[in-house]
């Protein structure tokens, strides 16, 4: 909250001081600025955020964080990556305890900041943010010893004797730039990864997701290493200052309208990026499934998941005519079984993030040729920022609900005469983040696995995928590119640099010019793979 006086804004050229009353005391904020309408945004160090808008609308002369700034603080981080320090072992197991130090003692403020945020609940906001991140951090630091160590590999007849191995080294200093709606864990996630791997880190959290963002930049402030480790906050201008600068990674996750943006200033310093996007994750039900069981598993993916604001939430179902009335039925019963029969008085979703993405929602519902289509829930609270969950039937493929990724309680729900025609359907769209099927047809699982592309799928459930650190979890075309997750995370952060070990001894005299005829015999002997010609070439059998 801030007071500020519109009588302190009558002369064009003067400095001002505004006097405003925050959460956490009084503060005062002096600074040049130019009438010209348009909007005041300023930020004040600390923990004293000001963000507001005038009638007579201002202009400030500089940024707080520009890229001049964002300059000098890559060059510091740059420096500390070259003296070599977060290269080794210890450097990394210690910032790695740190992290799990800090989950484990400040769980309460984490909770607490999620429920600023987004209403989590408390179970939820454990199990998909606090847990994915400890679980994350604990297997870093069980494993992080054997993923350092050098991969031997086989050599070649033409390099005998010799031996080869591939050494993972950190890339340098790199850039996670996260978002808001799990913004704990997706936060933290790779930049676990880009620790294990000996890096240099900048997080930028979504400020969307104020509070998370705000605890998070004074946590690792107060446990990292701020010589190595540092959080930047802002929105697009403190965003597009580091974006200008040279990393040598960048790891997005988000949208893909502003995944090409990022992609697009990567590209001006061939920086290479991994891109977690979204997508229309479908689910395929088939008729021979226990409906209670897939119901519940549906839920869970959909309205229990951060009330579908998740990007590899249900998106919508594509089913058989003949079973959609049971599966609509059951998903109701179950609904309400979780939620309770008064959905909008339900504290175990989150709400919507913001009134803009509340807006967003009920466009989509009230299109024209939607709007009819609803067959359960359709309730909303513009206040609360709450929809209820939300069941429509054969909605148009045309309709802005089945071409946009819908990111909230909203469920579609598509019938088809056959299940397998549900295939075109899904492979008509970008390709999905995750697919879902549910089925026990062995002959259905098989070629769902094969014809429908996806970063990843789930058959018989939902979002489970992404907990089992085995697997890389990243998309595909629309959906992002490169991975993450487990070993998936230190890979993605590092270079697989390749060498050849050779002593002074086997040096061949056949690799040197002049090529006579018996040399190139030679040559192609020792190329053969044929162990006699081998054999006689090694014992100087081919001469001129």
């Known amino acids: 909250m801030m007071i500020v006086s519109p009588g302190l804004f009558k002369h064009p050229s003067r400095s001002y001081s505004i006097v405003g009353v925050g959460l956490l005391g009084t503060f005062t904020y002096c600074h040049k600025y130019k009438i010209n309408r348009v909007s005041f945004s300023s930020f004040i160090p600390s923990y004293y955020h000001c963000r507001a808008t005038l009638s007579t609308m201002m202009e400030e002369v500089k940024p707080e964080f520009d890229s001049d700034k964002a300059a000098v603080l890559v060059n510091e981080l740059r420096k500390t990556f070259n003296s070599g320090k977060t290269k080794s072992y210890e450097w990394r197991i210690s910032q790695l305890e740190s992290i ?135 929105a697009v201008a403190e965003t597009s200052a580091l974006l200008e600068q040279k990393w040598d990674k960048i790891f997005f996750t988000g949208g893909a309208r502003v995944g090409r943006i990022v992609m697009a200033a990567a590209a001006k310093n061939l920086t290479p990026v991994t891109l977690e996007l979204g997508g229309k994750c479908p689910a395929v039900v088939d008729s021979n499934v226990n409906l209670q069981v897939t119901s519940r598993r549906i839920v869970a993916g959909k309205w229990v998941c951060n009330n579908g604001q998740a990007c590899i939430s249900v998106d919508y179902i594509i089913t058989t005519k003949e079973l959609a009335p049971k599966l609509i039925a059951t998903l109701v019963s179950v609904v309400e079984e979780i939620f309770g029969k008064d959905l909008m008085e339900s504290k175990e979703r989150s709400r919507i993030i913001n009134s803009f993405h509340f807006k967003r929602l009920v466009n989509l519902l009230e299109e024209d040729k939607v709007s009819n289509k609803i067959v359960f829930g359709g309730q909303r609270e513009e206040s609360q920022l709450q929809i209820a969950p939300t069941i429509l039937l054969d909605v148009p493929e045309d309709s802005m609900i089945m071409q946009e990724e819908i990111f909230g309680p909203l469920l579609p729900i598509i019938t088809v005469e056959r299940l397998e025609d549900s295939f075109a359907m899904i492979n008509r769209k970008p390709k999905p983040l995750a697919a879902y099927l549910f089925s026990d047809d062995e002959q259905i699982k098989r070629k769902f696995v094969q014809n429908i592309y996806a970063g990843g799928m789930a058959i018989n459930d939902t979002i489970l995928q992404v907990t089992v650190p085995t697997l890389p979890f990243g998309g595909v075309g629309e959906s992002g590119m490169g991975s993450y997750h487990g070993k998936f995370s230190f890979d993605a952060f590092s270079h697989k640099k390749a060498v050849l070990y050779r002593s002074f001894a086997g040096d061949s005299p056949t690799r040197y010019p002049p090529y006579t005829p018996g040399k190139k015999k030679q040559i192609k002997a020792l190329l053969s793979g044929k162990l006699l010609n081998i054999m006689l070439a090694l014992l100087g059998f081919y001469k001129d």
């Open 100 to 234: 799990s130090k800090m989950i484990d003692e400040k769980e309460k403020e984490i909770v607490e900041a999620l429920r600023k945020d987004l209403s989590k609940p408390e179970l939820e906001a454990f199990l998909s943010e606090i847990l994915m991140a400890r679980s994350s951090c604990k297997l870093a630091l069980k494993e992080l010893k054997q993923w350092m160590m050098p991969q031997k590999v086989e050599t070649s007849l033409a390099t005998y004797p010799s031996s080869a191995e591939i050494v993972a080294e950190p890339l340098g200093v790199v850039l996670v730039i996260s978002t808001w709606n799990f913004p704990f864990s997706l936060s933290l996630d790779p930049v676990i990864g880009a620790i294990a791997a000996g890096n240099a880190v900048v997080l930028k959290p979504s400020e969307i997701a104020s509070a998370t963002s705000s605890l998070l930049s004074r946590l690792v402030g107060e446990y990292m290493d701020k010589s190595a480790i540092i959080v930047v906050e802002g």
